[in-house]
């Protein structure tokens, strides 16, 4: 499975953003999905990830109540809805497909390119 992540930009501090991950491939909804962010200097962290079905979502505390994962496999799509975005929250936001909606890098086999957020203060 292919990934392409978009969606990312520049926004002030408070505003929002919508990322988008398209997949290609007649399997993706066989795939939880994940996303990380890599902040300059520092390793890349989970996000936030969903289940194949959708009917299981998980956050990172930092993000808890603010992003929102969601997909739609029949648009081979998954999407992270970020509200009241804070500077800290500025990385490079990757999306990563694998067997279960897991917490580490290591267990997503399939990886799109970033896209980047920029939350100014």
């Known amino acids: 499975v292919q990934l392409q992540a978009s969606g990312g930009g520049l926004v002030q501090a408070g505003g929002s953003l919508r990322l988008s991950c398209a997949a290609s491939?007649?399997?993706?909804?066989?795939?939880?999905v994940g996303w990380f962010r890599q902040a300059p200097g520092k390793e890349r962290e989970f996000v936030a990830a969903i289940s194949w079905s959708g009917g299981s979502t998980y956050y990172a505390d930092s993000v808890k109540g603010r992003f929102t994962i969601s997909r739609d496999n029949a648009k081979n799509a998954v999407y992270l809805q970020m509200n009241s975005l804070k500077p800290e929250d500025t990385a490079v936001y990757y999306c990563a497909a694998g067997d279960s909606p897991a917490g580490k890098v290591y267990e997503y086999p399939y990886w799109g390119q970033g896209t980047l957020v920029t939350v100014s203060s």
């Open positions: 491939g007649r399997t993706f909804g066989s795939y939880a």
